[in-house]
């Protein structure tokens, strides 16, 4: 509810900002006599109304798989929350049953009962491509989030995070680090999460590239499903290869409790740990400093929260009131963002 609450602040202060923008547009147009674009002119009408002031009803069909990791519990939470500060919003949830082919059941008979847009996270964005197509055919738009589709005509917007730059940011991370210790010939572990899925090869892809850019090489890496039960036994795996390590990179921080139980039980303590996507527990232990964990490098659910968002301008046919474009952009990736010891009090309310 706080974290609602701020977000509900926040579009306050950008309509008031987007408003006096507006307001300076057309000052400047009168002192120097020059004459604004129509583009211009309607998105200064745009702010000026308030994207964000009540419209047209706008029903959202809403569907991602159960919440059986923390943060995937947090997408449907921000999604179903940031609904609820809509007047003009439904949200219409379908189960996403228990792999592609039943949300895709599911969602062909969401495609049936007409909802303005649908927003959807994928078991798997390849699988469900031709549901998007099916969507966007039948003139439903689509908000694709985090696991993307191939074919851009599948969705109307696809939101996700920036896979590869956390690999680029953890391993920027490590390579400090290790400058800074004078390790030389480091000894670097992987502990990846599902292998399947493109956006694990795109973390992997990012961090096996920075390192190389420093002549750096992941010496032993371990696939596993983003389970703190996985997370342990890949770890287990890992410390059996690497008799000494220097730094690790976990992908995700959820599998990371099964990672720190095994740093525990094989009393390995001699490295330090960079997490992935920012879960509230891995920014405590990051504030605390008194495990092996001393940063993760975000991924963050409120994507689901934004995704609703521009899903309702999308049904209103309005356009983002920052912008001087008129529709909701194709395609948002939100920036991977390096959390420490320093600043981890500054996000533990983004954290799942």
């Not at 947090?74 to 949200?91: F, R």
């Not at 590869?164 to 210790?181: D, F, H, N, P, R």
């Not at 092996?292 to 521009?310: E, F, R």
Request: hydrophobic share 45%; with cysteine; aromatic share 6%.
């Amino acid at each position: 509810m706080t974290q609602l609450r701020s977000d509900l602040s926040r579009r306050r202060i950008l309509f008031g900002s987007a408003a006096l923008g507006a307001g300076a547009l057309l000052s400047a147009c009168t002192s120097n006599e020059a004459t604004p674009t129509e583009a211009q002119t309607k998105a200064a009408a745009n702010s000026s109304a308030g994207a964000n002031a009540p419209g047209k009803q706008v029903t959202i069909g809403f569907s991602a798989p159960a919440a059986d990791h923390g943060w995937i519990a947090a997408i449907t939470n921000n999604a179903k929350a940031q609904a609820g500060a809509y007047s003009d919003v439904k949200l219409q949830s379908v189960e996403a049953g228990a792999d592609a082919a039943a949300q895709r059941a599911a969602l062909s008979t969401l495609i049936s009962q007409k909802p303005d847009v649908i927003v959807l996270l994928p078991h798997d964005g390849k699988e469900l491509n031709a549901f998007g197509l099916e969507a966007m055919k039948a003139g439903i738009p689509v908000v694709n989030l985090d696991r993307a589709f191939p074919d851009p005509k599948a969705y109307r917007l696809q939101i996700k995070g920036d896979n590869y730059g956390m690999g680029v940011a953890a391993a920027t991370y490590i390579i400090e680090q290790l400058k800074a210790k004078g390790v030389s010939n480091p000894v670097i572990g992987e502990i990846a999460g599902m292998d399947e899925l493109e956006l694990t090869q795109e973390r992997s892809k990012g961090f096996a590239d920075t390192l190389a850019q420093n002549g750096l090489k992941v010496a032993n890496r371990r696939a596993a499903r983003f389970t703190a039960d996985s997370g342990q036994q890949e770890a287990t795996g890992l410390f059996q290869a690497l008799p000494k390590i220097d730094a690790i990179w976990n992908h995700d921080d959820d599998q990371g409790i099964g990672v720190l139980a095994a740093v525990n039980q094989a009393n390995r303590k001699e490295f330090f740990m960079v997490g992935g996507a920012g879960s509230k527990k891995a920014m405590e232990d990051i504030k605390a400093d008194n495990t092996v964990l001393k940063a993760t490098v975000t991924y963050s659910p409120s994507m689901a929260s934004s995704a609703i968002t521009l899903a309702r301008l999308i049904g209103q046919g309005k356009g983002m009131s920052d912008l001087v474009e008129l529709q909701v952009p194709k395609e948002i990736v939100l920036a991977s963002e390096t959390i420490t010891k320093e600043n981890a009090s500054d996000y533990l309310k983004l954290g799942f």
